[in-house]
């Protein structure tokens, strides 16, 4: 079974407006984290934001948000005022458990920020 | 910050010949890296486990044979792919969890990745 899933392979979004990429995440687990990875066309993988299972409050990285949805086992990326330098593919991933920092990542998704 | 430095970035090798990629943590200790394997346009997939001084945990369907991993020091930790072929070719990326407690993001840090083209 897909433990992460990233319905949009691809999204567009102008310069300085807002984009949403969507995550759901399957598990059992009550303890696990989700990840949001930045991967530009060089391969390097960027942490943008992390949110634990137990964070009561949303987290917020500078321009990035994670829209997180417990109930629905969502974990939305929320990236605000689009910069040119996004354009990349955004993976989300989770772990599951505690201590053990094994990743599981979606398929990912292409922004393109266009001017 | 904490820095995992992974070499050599791009590697060309002849099909049949073995090649060695790096991936080092610069100012901590890891005493556990991991290793995946991203083909082109698609999502990471985890190959393995390094556990420093003991064996290296693979996953379903990847071959310990094939793709060597040594965890010698607290700091390195290499992947063999030997006997490689074309079908290996793909981008290899470590990533390493500094010992600094807590779970939180920013406690994972990735290599930059290696891409290995099999000729």
């Known amino acids: 079974a897909q433990k992460i899933t990233q319905t949009q392979p691809g999204m567009f979004v102008q310069e300085k407006e807002a984009v949403t990429l969507d995550c759901t995440y399957d598990t059992s687990d009550q303890s696990y984290g989700l990840f949001w990875y930045k991967q530009p066309s060089s391969g390097e993988m960027i942490f943008l934001i992390y949110?634990?299972?137990?964070?009561?409050q949303n987290a917020t990285e500078g321009r990035y948000s994670l829209n997180f949805q417990k109930a629905r086992k969502s974990a939305n990326l929320v990236i605000s005022a689009s910069q040119l330098g996004d354009s990349a593919m955004y993976f989300c991933?989770?772990?599951?458990?505690?201590?053990?920092?094994?990743?599981?990542f979606g398929t990912g998704t292409r922004l393109l920020v266009s001017p | 910050g904490a820095v995992v430095s992974q070499h050599p970035s791009r590697v060309i090798c002849k099909s049949g010949t073995s090649v060695k990629i790096e991936c080092r943590s610069l100012?901590?200790?890891?005493?556990?890296m991991f290793w995946y394997r991203q083909f082109p346009k698609q999502s990471l997939m985890l190959m393995a486990t390094s556990n420093e001084g003991s064996k290296a945990t693979y996953e379903q369907g990847v071959e310990k044979d094939k793709f060597l991993i040594n965890h010698a020091s607290l700091t390195l930790s290499t992947l063999t792919v030997t006997s490689a072929h074309p079908e290996d070719s793909s981008f290899y990326i470590c990533?390493?969890?500094?010992?600094?407690?807590?779970?939180?993001?920013?406690?994972?840090?990735f290599g930059e990745g290696s891409w290995l083209t099999v000729v």
């Open positions: 990533s390493a969890r500094a010992p600094n407690g807590g779970i939180s993001g920013n406690t994972i840090y």
């Open positions: 949110q634990g299972s137990y964070d009561e």
């Open positions: 991933a989770m772990r599951e458990g505690r201590g053990f920092q094994k990743l599981v």
């Open positions: 100012d901590f200790q890891a005493t556990t």
